[in-house]
């Protein structure tokens, strides 16, 4: 007589596991919900120069060849193709200050590094060069990198491919809650595709962008990007800006995050 084939025993404490897991996982989206809509609330009650109003944002295209931008567009969407059919990137997280609390904080987006810290990642360290070094992938870029080097910046730090090829919106978010941090950032884009904006969420005013680059407020207002098909892409530079660009600055006496749309509207 043939023996039964050896079945393995189910672990009770499996099943109890994972539920377990599952709630851990719950309770902590739980919380970092709750933590945002506190922080939220925080911001807007944060003091900002009466001249400035939100939704706004900076075009920094007279700073920039733009025309040299915009030749790259073609080059620069098969370069991201083609690194994109050998890798998987890593997932952009908005982080936990959505203008919803429910909805997605991984939307779609994936993100190629061209600079990586040296150091576990902090959101507060993007503007210390000493921490960032060139990445393997920025090889991938040739001719964006030769042009981020034309950039007004006396040294940069973090530098960034965002792409897009879900067809999802990017959740609208705040980047950090901390109206004294004041990032000095060029976001740019070859083509005018991606349709990004600014938003006022007490209002519900949506400004899009409809420069090649632009640099924003990601504290004191809300930032996001329609859902497009296709493939859409936005790259960002941070850093330390020029001192021919920064004397060009007018710097608020308080909230240093608003700093770029004090200039906005200032110069509107």
Known sequence: MESSPAVAPVSESSGFSQAARSIKRQMKATVENVV?????????????????????YKSLDEFID????????????????????KR??????????????????????RVIYLAKSKRPFSYFDLNKSELWERSPDADEFPELMDLIATFPFKKTARMIIMYDDSGNAVTAHRDHPLTKVRHEFIWYRTNLNKPFYMLNNKTGQRKYV?????WF??????????????LSVSLRVDGIFSDELRAKIPMP???????????ACVSA
């Open 36 to 56: 945002g809509r506190v922080t939220n609330r925080l911001v807007e009650y944060a003091k900002v120069d009466p001249r400035i109003s939100y939704p706004s």
């Open 66 to 85: 733009v025309e040299r931008l915009k030749a790259l567009d073609g080059i620069l969407t098969k370069q991201i193709q083609e690194h994109i059919r």
């Open 88 to 109: 998987e990137d890593q997932q952009f997280h908005t982080g936990t200050l959505t203008v919803d609390s429910k909805a997605p904080k991984r939307p779609g987006s």
């Open 210 to 214: 409809e420069s090649y680059t632009a």
């Open 217 to 230: 407020d990601t504290c004191n207002q809300f930032h996001g990007a329609d859902a497009k098909p296709g």
């Open 253 to 263: 006496q308080y909230n240093q995050a608003s700093t770029p749309s004090l200039w």
